[in-house]
Nanobody, 123 residues
Framework: QVQLVESGGGSVQAGGSLRLSCAAS????????IGWFRQAPGTEREGVAA???????TYLATSVKGRFTISRDNANTVYLEMNSLKPEDTAVYYC?????????????????WGQGTQVTVSS
């Protein structure tokens, strides 16, 4: 069983920055790929970023490349640093974990999910 708790969401103006944290705990979490996803009202959940178990490999969606970075510390907290935020980044952001198979930003490959944190970017 893996537990995931997101924090760091909030409201910012366009061009601003936020850092989201995902505290991951439980069996096998250190061997798990952790991903960040977002979902705006009326839209499908979108994969934003993912980081492999050792932090060696990272994956970013095209829409956030050059603005967002994903990192992971030794305590299995995964961070999503978001810069140059745009109103279209407004969504509930979720982190998720998968322990089997390759690391990916496909949401249907993830089994464990956090509760989400709201990010609102105003123009």
């Amino acid at each position: 069983q893996v537990q995931l708790v997101e924090s760091g969401g909030g409201s910012v103006q366009a061009g601003g920055s936020l850092r989201l944290s995902c505290a991951a705990s439980g069996n096998g979490v250190s061997h798990s790929c952790i991903g960040w996803f977002r979902q705006a009202p009326g839209t499908e959940r979108e994969g934003v970023a993912a980081i492999s178990a050792g932090g060696t490999n990272t994956y970013l969606a095209t829409s956030v490349k050059g603005r967002f970075t994903i990192s992971r510390d030794n305590a299995n907290t995964v961070y999503l640093e978001m810069n140059s935020l745009k109103p279209e980044d407004t969504a509930v952001y979720y982190c998720a974990a998968k322990s089997v198979g390759y690391c990916t930003t496909r949401s249907d490959r993830y089994y464990y999910w956090g509760q989400g944190t709201q990010v609102t970017v105003s123009s």
